[in-house]
């Protein structure tokens, strides 16, 4: 209750501020829709200077990559109070150049929407894009539409939206306007402009409560295959959990999931999410209700948790994001990773997933971070680096982000005898920053050791800071987890190659030769070889594990093995080819294995308890 006093009183002062009219209002009209493109107006607020820069960003918080969104900005003009033109001058990508700011009226531009961009010419994650389809949904980032003069990020802003009847804008923003066809929201802020998105489809929408706050679920499925209500069925078990993960209020009275799907994979080649205080935007592929639900969940647990971080713990970089040149935090440990790892965690304690299916999550987490980027690097340099330097390591903060947070998590679980773990330490720092205070970079290392024993200085030290290896045995020990590095056995296997899918050509490829072995050798397999069929049977990428499951279970030595490939030659051509061999068994490593130990100490047992179970479920 008290958050809602809060969004009242901020609402009072919008309306205060907008008369002052030291305020931008921007008018768009999703009725006037041409070739994929809106209109957008803005009049400015109060100026008094005398030339003044409009930007579009170049980047938003929790993108982490530079998208320059002045990009999709055509035919942009500025016009006097009278509706004389003022001169204009493109200055880059992003920014145009105002003269006489001091009699500025209004700007008018159009925007093209992204979702129709080229796929090869840096495109925009669909999460954080736009899409305009007249007739049936629009999705509304309000960054890729609308910008701000340099150094007026904190005025009010007053959004004006003119839609068809027929349409109902989903969002956590509240609307202003009773009229059919007219909403009208207020944000204080350019970083709340970028924190909402709203999307506008004929509604399906459901409700959900958790503790005391309502969270809308929109979903637009151009199939009408899947339903906003049997969506909320099937992610209701999971949000009531998190609720109680979190300790069973949220830090906030409000949260929409803006759910779009579509029957193809986006631009950037895949789907997913992105998150924002009060809210998050979907990008998934189309299906049931069914089909859908544990992507919805996977996904949805992750962007949910971001209500902690960085809504209420995040630092300078983030409070006050430069749109302009954005700079990169050091602890994208704990805003990524730690958000991934909770992700899993609540499942498991929750009962939503079994300990060894947890502990299979952990392992693959495991095996992408060894195999798939630089083990060695300090995180907070990856960090820091993420969008240049370390931009090929990035998405390390999904696999060993959230093993860093496992770590800790089970260190100060042991450090407590079970009473203190990391959600605790988090809640403590949500204490003392929160949504209006932020930290400076590299206070909040001090911070934490000021709230735990030196074991955890340490561990920070050598571990994210250091580019140590993560000390798996040691940690999993606590809670008798047994850890094998690596294990080698000979045995039978389609050769050790590692399996991709082309959405382009969708099909399953051969993505990785590391680890193949003798038998992989004798077959021959080359990098990139598109998979036809294997011992005659055409292969749903779908079907692919259980064949192999089932051919496992069935295989003796000698036994023919054949794989129909289609092979990029020299010349750029590709040629059908059929690789076989006899089937033998081969040195075959795995690795990164757990298992729960069969006869764990009291002291373990009592560890693994408090890392795996919830105390109030
Ligand atoms: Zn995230």
């Keep these: 209750m008290r958050k809602f006093a809060l969004l009242l009183s901020v609402l009072h002062v919008a309306i205060a501020a907008l008369a002052a009219d030291n305020a931008y209002h921007v008018s768009i009209d999703l009725t006037k829709t041409t070739d994929r493109r809106l209109n957008i107006e803005v009049t400015a607020p109060v100026l008094t200077e005398s030339d003044i820069i409009y930007s579009l ?108 009847p027929q349409f109902f804008g989903s969002t956590s923003l509240v609307d202003r306007d009773n009229s059919e066809t007219q909403d009208q929201y207020i944000v204080p802020s350019y970083n709340e402009v970028v924190d909402n998105p709203v999307m506008y489809t004929v509604p399906d929408t459901a409700h959900l409560r958790i503790g005391e706050s309502d969270i809308l679920i929109s979903v637009y499925s151009p199939a009408k295959t899947a339903t906003a209500a049997g969506i909320a069925k099937g992610i209701d078990t999971l949000l009531q959990a998190q609720g109680k993960y979190l300790g069973g209020n949220l830090p906030v009275s409000k949260y929409s999931f803006l759910i779009y799907l ?23 592929i189309d299906g049931t209700d069914e ?48 958000t991934e790892y909770h992700a899993h965690s609540v499942q498991v304690r929750y ?62 679980i042991k450090d407590s005898e079970g009473k203190y773990r990391l959600m605790d330490l988090i809640n403590d720092l949500a204490k003392t920053y929160g949504k209006d205070r932020a930290f400076q970079d590299q206070e909040l290392f001090d911070k934490i050791y000021s709230l735990t024993k030196p074991d955890i200085k340490e561990f920070l030290q050598d571990h994210v800071i ?44 051969v993505s990785s030769l590391k680890n193949l072995n003798a038998f992989g050798r004798t077959m021959g397999y080359q990098e990139g070889d598109e998979i036809l069929s294997v011992n005659g049977e055409k292969l749903a990428p779908a079907d692919f594990a259980s064949f192999r499951a089932h051919w496992l279970k069935t295989v003796k030595d000698g036994d023919k093995f054949k794989m129909v490939v289609l092979r990029k030659g020299a010349n750029g051509k590709t040629k ?21 130990a069969k006869d764990p100490s009291p002291e373990q047992l009592k560890i693994r308890k408090a890392w795996l179970e919830a105390d109030n479920k």
């Design 57 to 164: 960003p170049k980047m938003v918080p929790g993108t982490y990559s530079i998208y320059d969104f002045g990009r999709f900005v055509e035919d942009f003009k500025a016009f006097d109070r009278k509706g004389n033109t003022l001169e204009v001058t493109r200055i880059d990508t992003n920014s145009w150049k105002i003269q006489n700011a001091n009699l500025l009226g209004k700007l008018t531009y159009r925007v093209r929407d992204t979702y129709h961009a080229s796929k090869t010419d840096n495109p925009i994650f669909e999460p954080a894009g736009s899409d305009f389809q007249p007739d049936t949904c629009f999705v509304l980032n309000f960054h890729t539409m609308i910008g701000y003069f340099r150094h007026h990020t904190k005025l009010y802003y007053e959004l004006n939206i003119t839609h068809a």
């Design 262 to 284: 579509s029957d193809h994979e986006g631009l950037t080649g895949g789907y997913g999410a992105l998150e924002h205080s009060y809210g998050s935007m979907y990008y998934l």
């Design 291 to 338: 089909a859908l639900s544990s992507t919805v969940r996977n996904v949805a647990s992750h962007e949910f948790f971001h209500i902690v971080t960085p809504l209420n713990i995040h630092s300078e970089e983030i409070a006050n994001f430069d749109f302009d040149n954005p700079k990169m935090s050091e602890h994208l440990w704990l805003y990524e990773g730690s």
């Design 351 to 412: 009962g939503l997933i079994s300990p060894e299916g947890y502990l299979s999550a952990i392992r693959q987490e495991m095996n992408e971070a060894q195999f798939g980027f630089n083990d060695s690097l300090s995180f907070t340099a990856l960090s820091l680096g993420a969008l240049d330097k370390y931009k090929d390591q990035y998405t390390n903060v999904y696999a060993k982000g959230a093993l860093i947070s496992m770590c800790l998590d089970l260190k100060l």
């Design 466 to 509: 250091g580019g140590k290896p993560l000390p798996f045995k040691e940690v999993l020990g606590y809670a008798g987890v047994d850890y094998t590095k690596i294990k080698t056995e000979s045995s039978y296997s389609f050769g050790g190659f590692g399996v991709g899918y082309d959405p382009e050509a969708k099909r399953l490829v």
């Design 576 to 596: 059908k080819k059929t690789l076989q061999a006899k089937v033998f068994k081969a040195e075959t490593s795995t690795y990164n294995l757990l298992s729960l």
